[in-house]
């Protein structure tokens, strides 16, 4: 794991993302998680920034991440917790909590699914969510984080 920096963005993904490319792809695409994580790594390079990538299958150490995030004075939250999004009160919990400048994506439009995924707990914590636009989402999440946080693409 990359060491944070004051100008490190943490990306994390939950549960089912590291079987991007294979899970369901008319869903989530073929895109696999080393291809979201190198696009986000490329998007925020273009900002002058960096990113921490990490991806768990449990609660815990996703909160533990947020935590971490905290601790490293990271600049800014990315974070797709995947089915968490919509079950977890403690993943809300822990991003209030460490106040970091958060954007939720979702790689499918989750109002468009299961009405059980309409409700997400991730999302009443972060400033904006986005959802549907596949893993372009996560470009967009880090260029609208950038934009919160007044730091212009480098030329």
């Not at 549960?15 to 073929?30: A, F, I, Q, S």
């Not at 954007?103 to 299961?114: D, L």
């Not at 904006?128 to 989402?137: H, K, P, Q, V």
């Amino acid at each position: 794991m990359a060491q944070a920096s004051a100008a490190t963005i943490y990306v994390l993904n939950g549960p089912n993302l590291n079987m991007l490319g294979t899970r369901e792809p008319e869903k989530y695409g073929h895109a696999s998680l080393a291809d979201v994580e190198k696009l986000c790594a490329e998007t925020a390079a273009q900002f002058g920034l960096k990113v921490d990538c990490r991806q768990s299958n449990r609660e815990g150490e996703l909160i533990d991440f947020i935590h971490d995030a905290h601790a490293k004075k990271a600049v800014g939250i990315i974070i797709n917790a995947g089915g968490y999004s919509h079950t977890s009160i403690a993943l809300h919990d822990a991003l209030v909590a460490v106040k970091i400048p958060t954007v939720e994506v979702h790689i499918s439009n989750i109002h468009a699914r299961e009405s059980f995924r309409h409700h997400s707990f991730t999302a009443m914590a972060a400033f904006a969510s986005l959802c549907g636009f596949g893993i372009d989402g996560y470009r967009l999440a880090i260029s609208g984080l950038a934009a919160k946080l007044g730091v212009k693409a480098k030329t």
